[in-house]
């Protein structure tokens, strides 16, 4: 039996909204920060199963395990959803965004190590095909119940996402599950087809500010270095009054980066800087010059920490000290902010929330502390 639809799939796409809205006939899912992915499975196949990035690449490699996983189910399927590495604390599991990045690696044998240390679970939210029937033409409502018929194994790593009606509860899930890693709430039409590539869902999202000193920044890669900014490195004190990188902030208009390299031109350093020299190996985060993206240099130009910039952030990650998960927003310049007082005690940390609580839709938030 063949798969009724075939890779590459461009995933449905989703578009941001202020709030849960009451609209009729709306069904939410907690949003999932992971690895979007979409999974083939044809078990007839001399390769029965691909799992395919949301640009289209594959991801087979990288999560050996879900494929095994995926394999048990024995039927045709195309199922779409994300892929999620977890770590556990004292009060449960939660995401762990950089352990699901190091699963990004060139090395076999260190994608297999992690595989078994840190297993991923692949979280399915939609389904687009079940042995030869192509359920993209249903409605989501009809796609959901096939869904949620399979058997999915959690003790696998396989699971359903929850899902509500419910508009009240899905604000307590926005407010509540983001103390598991998750950063929101998603909204989908129950009667509206599965539309590739169109932003059609509706997505939620937490996003708050923080005052952060600047203390780096790094050139635009398709300009000249010294002509234009591609973005700003950011640092936060802690207690101790060490100055921690903490994330960057860039998306600056083609102008106004031209104009940042002039406005911080004055500020280019070669001297002493909280993060360079035998002081800055004292513990503190400190930026990178290879990801795992791009195993090119990343250089840095040190600036002297003397701006402060109001930036938007949805999550931290990584424990303490921690840093934003994702490239921050550029909110508004701050000259009436000392750099000193930009500390890590502004930034709003959820109450703790066990995954598995998430995944069975319970609403229980675990007291902090």
Known sequence: MALAVHPPVKPMLAGPVDGVP????????????????????????????TLQSR?????????????????TLDRPLVLDGELVVT???PDGDRLDWDALGERIHPAKSRVEMLAEKTPARFIAFDLLAVDDRDLCAEPFAARRAVLAGLDLSADLGLHTTP??????????????????????????HGDRPYEPGKRTMLKIKHSRTADCVVAGLRWHAKT???????SLLLGLHDDEGRLHHVGVVGAFPAARRRELAEEFAPLRTDGEHPWLGAGAEDGRRLPGSVNRWNSSEQPWVPLRPERVVEVSYDHTEGGAPSRFRHTTQFVRERPDREPE????????????????????GEVRAVPAG
Do not use: M, N
Not at 27 to 49: I, S
Not at 57 to 71: I, S, W
Not at 167 to 179: C, K, L, N, T
Not at 341 to 360: K, T
């Open 22 to 49: 009451d609209t009729p006939g709306l069904l939410f899912e907690p949003k999932w920060d992971g690895y979007r992915c979409l999974v083939f499975l044809d078990p007839q196949a001399d390769e029965p199963v």
């Open 341 to 360: 007082s930009c500390r890590y005690d502004q930034l709003a940390e959820p109450a703790r929330y066990d995954l598995d609580s998430v995944l069975r």
């Open 163 to 188: 899902v509500t009606d419910d508009p009240d509860v899905a604000r307590e899930w926005f407010r509540v599950f983001e103390g598991a890693g998750l950063d929101g709430v998603i909204g989908k």
């Open 55 to 71: 640009t289209g690449k594959p991801l087979d490699r990288y999560f050996p395990e879900v494929v095994a996983h995926v394999r």
């Open 87 to 89: 770590s556990s604390d």
């Open 224 to 230: 000249e270095p010294g002509t234009a900014v591609g």
